[in-house]
């Protein structure tokens, strides 16, 4: 060989032991680019062309059958499995300055990627829009919802700060935030957010988030996926129509059967639809405008409510004549029987459950007032129903009592409508219409009240209005629940 030649082949060792190898950690990634990866010092492709097929993956830059890819779980779309580390993994081909498109498995420039209505972009991907509702304590940050309120509530002399209690001279938030508030440092100012979500309000004396029932869905809405969907129609619909989710339908195509009522929509949004009612709290249907219209309005100008009336049982039969399904369903409870289940009571042995269902203070003997059936006539002033009746021939006893009324028929032991007997005003007349049983007549209003002013002075019960037995049970305040109910607690 020539001299010279081996002085070239010399010079070009030499020269190729000079150049930096492909370090995988260090000159790699200057090298290769997207879609490649560092392996013996060369840049070897990763991505499949043509794209594989549906039962096989991209791995190494080969089309490998889905089962044998060393990946688990196969690559997605527009990913490779790259097999030159220790580990297996997954490697996204797609560039900075490229998006992939999972409908073509391909990846494509970010100005042509063209997300549908319904979905957005992130991070290079289509994927499905979400609106993200954080809830009591949290807030959103970089689409997470991210807790930060404190618990238990902080201290005097500190304020909730990303979760943590924080001294008010050191807090990021000035002034520093109130009771349900946290201060929120994720953004580029500092600021105090609530911590209660919807339907939720605070509590500023337990300095707690609380549930805020007049914040739900009100009057003409229903609550759909979370949110309030208006449902009633306007104007009103005409004869032969009734409303479904703010539109007026045939009442024969109506979805609800039978077809909704006045004030009332059908919610076919419902697993089964329903009809609801439409008139919020304190508001009521009124038949002839078939508006939603306030309680005391409605019972103010109701005609049937005008009286005079004599007794309690005639104000009842005007209350039921419209309420006839509440009043059915009040008789079923504990209020008007006296009695119900009772999971805590023992036998004598101290061991064996004694409930039935049945049992309560219309039959048992307590520790205070004894029993009631030898003193009906006083115990009944804390009954919601009007005991005794008209007809002096027929027993005379509580209202709970009373087991049959059929017209006509001498072997029924009341002269009046069962349903009738119970007392609408105790619960819902307002305490300043001066409404007051008494206390020696099975629960009968006083005969000295004007029952007209108290029957049309309707409202939804108040603590006044429950507090007038249960705060005053055994005869006066506090007597019989000793300190645990008294009015004093107001």
């Known amino acids: 060989m020539h001299p010279l030649r081996w002085i070239l082949i010399g010079i070009s060792i030499t020269l190729l032991a000079s150049l930096p190898a492909c370090d995988a950690e260090k000159t790699c990634p200057d090298f290769c680019g997207a879609g490649s990866t560092c392996l013996d010092g060369m840049c070897q492709p990763l991505a499949c062309s043509p794209t594989c097929g549906p039962s096989s993956a991209c791995q190494m830059g080969k089309c490998v059958a889905v089962e044998a890819v060393s990946c688990k779980p196969a690559c997605g779309p527009c990913q490779a499995c790259d097999t030159s580390s220790a580990t297996p993994a997954c490697k996204d081909l797609c560039g900075v300055d490229a998006s992939c498109d999972s409908a073509k498995g391909q990846c494509v420039a970010k100005s042509t990627l063209a997300c549908g209505p319904d979905t957005q972009e992130v991070a290079g991907k289509c994927v499905a829009k979400v609106t993200l509702a954080c809830g009591d304590g949290t807030f959103e940050s970089g689409g997470k919802c991210v807790p930060t309120k404190c618990e238990p509530a902080c201290s005097p002399g500190k304020a909730c700060e990303m979760g943590k209690c924080v001294a008010v001279a ?44 007049d914040s739900l869905c009100g009057a003409g809405t229903v609550k ?68 939603c219209v306030s309680l005391a309005d409605l019972h103010r100008n109701a005609p049937e409510l005008n009286g005079p009336f004599k007794s309690g049982y005639e104000v009842s039969a005007k209350c039921v004549g419209c309420h006839a399904k509440q009043a059915e369903d009040f008789m079923a409870t504990i209020h008007w029987k ?112 004007n029952l007209a002013v108290a029957a049309q002075e309707v409202i939804m019960p108040t603590r006044s209005n429950c507090g007038a037995c249960h705060l005053y049970a055994g005869g006066g305040d506090n007597v019989k629940l000793m300190g645990s109910s008294g009015a004093s607690l107001s």
């Not at 009442?251 to 006045?262: D, F, N």
């Not at 999971?343 to 009631?372: H, R, W, Y």
């Open 338 to 449: 006296w009695a119900g289940p009772t999971p805590q009571l023992m036998e004598l042995d101290g061991v064996t459950l004694k409930n039935p269902g049945n049992l309560g203070k219309s039959n048992l003997i307590k520790n205070f007032c004894v029993a009631t059936p030898s003193n009906d006539k006083r115990c009944d002033q804390c009954h919601a129903g009007f005991g005794g009746d008209p007809d002096l021939a027929k027993p005379q006893k509580s209202a709970r009592s009373y087991g049959k009324y059929v017209a006509g028929d001498a072997t029924s032991d009341s002269s009046i409508p069962l349903n009738q007997r119970i007392d609408c005003l105790v619960c819902h007349s307002d305490p300043t219409a001066g409404y007051a049983k008494d206390p020696r007549d099975f629960g009968n209003p006083l005969g000295t009240l």
């Open 170 to 213: 050191q807090l990021s938030c000035q002034p520093a935030c109130a009771p349900c508030q946290t201060c929120d440092t994720s953004k580029e100012a500092a600021v105090c957010v609530d911590t209660c979500g919807a339907n939720a309000k605070c509590d500023a004396t337990k300095k707690l988030c609380v549930a805020d029932v």
């Open 224 to 291: 759909v996926d979370g949110k309030c969907v208006p449902i009633q129609c306007g104007p009103v619909c005409g004869p032969g129509t009734a409303c479904e989710m703010g539109k007026c339908v045939a009442v024969a195509a109506i979805t609800c059967s039978p077809a909704c009522g006045p004030c009332e929509a059908c919610n076919s949004a419902a697993a089964i639809p329903q009809c609801v009612n439409l008139c919020g709290k304190n508001a009521a249907s009124d038949k002839a405008s078939k508006q």
